[in-house]
């Protein structure tokens, strides 16, 4: 009789180990980065589960959606020497409702909200201000009006999200770069002043104007200036106290321009990129028209080539704004994969961030597997944990994932709004 009962469990056994790699190989949080996945439970933490159609890969994976910390594992360095994650009009939303009560014809850039792309890592956000509704607001325009069809809300709103996280992760940095329009009188001061901002300002007078360091992070946090404000509007700088972007940055080329593969052209209103005055510099990578499916294919290889490219254009120098579409979008590690290798190579000379240890000298790697499994995995100190619960269409899911039984979760996951 006993031998019967081990025979049982050992037939069972045996069989749950044959079958279960044929299965479900991982599930519950269990799955790492680029394991299948039928929903973002089964993913461990950082990761949700997302597909490429853009680049047939139809069956879903364990995907990045969050940036490491990096100041968890390099920290105190010049703010300079680091490379920060930017949202490339944060502001312009899929799903965001119209509040001018009429249908907006315009673009959109990103999946979920400001507070959301703080939360998964993003340190910089785009932002395009133009004088609306006797306030001002958050527009995609052109002609520099905003009209009621292409205006998103007052940039007060996101700003005190800005606000709100800057207030609860007291060692944070943020930049915001303004595409500036406003030309009511001190319009911005005004705009800061209420949100509650001033208080975490970088002054002017502090940044570094004849391509010295900047600050060290660990200073910016001391003192509180965790704040970094730019404009496209010369004229601020002299009479509101706001960084004139250009005396500080070089950038690259937006649109499509940004993309021609190997050529990273200045943007016209920047210095070239090997300029050695300005001391930050932002690599913009995006097209024109920004197209949600197409995306994880730009954050894929064609984006680490860019990287490189920009590199050598501005004479081996690293970016230090990394500033796109769609952020979470990708075949596995996306940006945040690519500016863990950006951080990697200047933080410590490694090929990833994780791989540098504190206080090592340059070349000193840890042995890990670039890309990196989860920004849980990347050191000690807290991790800041936005969700990715975003919904947004990807079109052509819908006419390649049908024969997959667990396409139907990744729809589900993805199904929404569309464009
Ligand atoms: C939007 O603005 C146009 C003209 O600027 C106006 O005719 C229209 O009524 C406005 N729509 C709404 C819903 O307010
Ligand atoms: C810069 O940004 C533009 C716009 O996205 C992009 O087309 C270009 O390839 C980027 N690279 C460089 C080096 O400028
Ligand atoms: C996005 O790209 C897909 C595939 O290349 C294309 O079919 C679609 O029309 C594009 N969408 C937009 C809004 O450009
Ligand atoms: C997802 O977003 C919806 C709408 O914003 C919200 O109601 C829901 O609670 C969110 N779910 C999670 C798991 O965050």
């Known amino acids: 009789m006993e031998s019967i009962i081990v025979w049982a469990l050992l037939f069972l056994l045996i069989n749950h180990a044959l079958l279960l790699p044929f299965s479900t190989a991982c599930s519950n949080g269990d799955c790492q980065l680029l394991d299948s996945c039928s929903e973002t439970s089964d993913c461990g933490s950082g990761l949700y589960c997302g597909n490429c159609p853009a680049m047939n890969k139809n069956q879903p994976v364990c995907t990045r959606g969050q940036a490491t910390q990096v100041t968890n594992i390099i920290n105190g360095l010049a703010f300079n020497k680091y490379t920060w994650l930017v949202t490339h009009n944060a502001f312009s939303i899929v799903g965001e409702p119209s509040l001018t009560g009429a249908q907006r014809v315009t673009f959109y850039n990103q999946e979920d909200s400001v507070t959301n792309q703080l939360l998964n890592g993003v340190r910089g956000l785009m932002l395009d201000m133009y004088d609306y509704n006797n306030d001002i607001w958050l527009c995609h325009s052109f002609q520099g009006q905003c009209f009621n069809f292409t205006a998103f809300e007052p940039a007060i709103n996101t700003l005190r999200e800005v606000e709100a ?4 992760n007291p060692s944070e940095i943020v930049t ?7 030309r009511s009188p001190k319009g911005l001061t005004n705009l800061f002043t209420n949100a509650g901002l001033l208080k975490y300002w970088f002054p002017v007078s502090s940044m570094p104007k004849n391509g010295e360091d900047w600050p060290t992070v660990t200073d910016m946090v001391k003192n509180n200036q965790r704040l970094l404000v730019f404009t496209s509007v010369a004229s601020k700088e002299a009479d509101e106290g706001i960084a004139y972007q250009w005396r500080y940055m070089v950038e690259n080329e937006s649109g499509d321009g940004g993309i021609t593969p190997a050529s990273c052209a200045n943007r016209k209103e920047s210095h070239n990129l090997n300029s050695r005055t300005e001391t930050l510099f932002v690599q913009n990578y995006f097209p024109t028209i920004p197209n949600q499916s197409e995306a994880c294919k730009e954050h894929s290889t064609s984006l680490i080539d860019m990287v490189n490219a920009c590199y050598r254009a501005a004479g081996n ?5 990394l500033a796109v579409n769609f952020y979470m979008r990708s075949d596995g590690g996306g940006v945040f994969d690519t500016i863990d290798r950006m951080n990697g190579r200047s933080l410590c000379g490694c090929t990833t961030v994780t791989a540098c240890q504190a206080g090592a000298p340059q070349g000193t790697c840890k042995d890990t597997h670039a890309p990196v ?9 807290s991790v800041i944990m936005g969700s990715f619960n975003f919904s947004a269409s990807t079109p052509s899911a819908s006419s390649h994932s049908n024969r997959l039984h667990f396409g139907v979760f990744v729809l589900s996951f993805l199904a929404g709004v569309s464009l």
């Open 373 to 381: 499994r989860t920004p849980a995995d990347s050191g000690g100190g």
């Open 176 to 182: 915001i770069i303004i595409e500036d329009y406003v």
């Open 317 to 321: 120098r690293m970016p230090n704004f």
């Open 165 to 168: 996280f800057l207030s609860s």
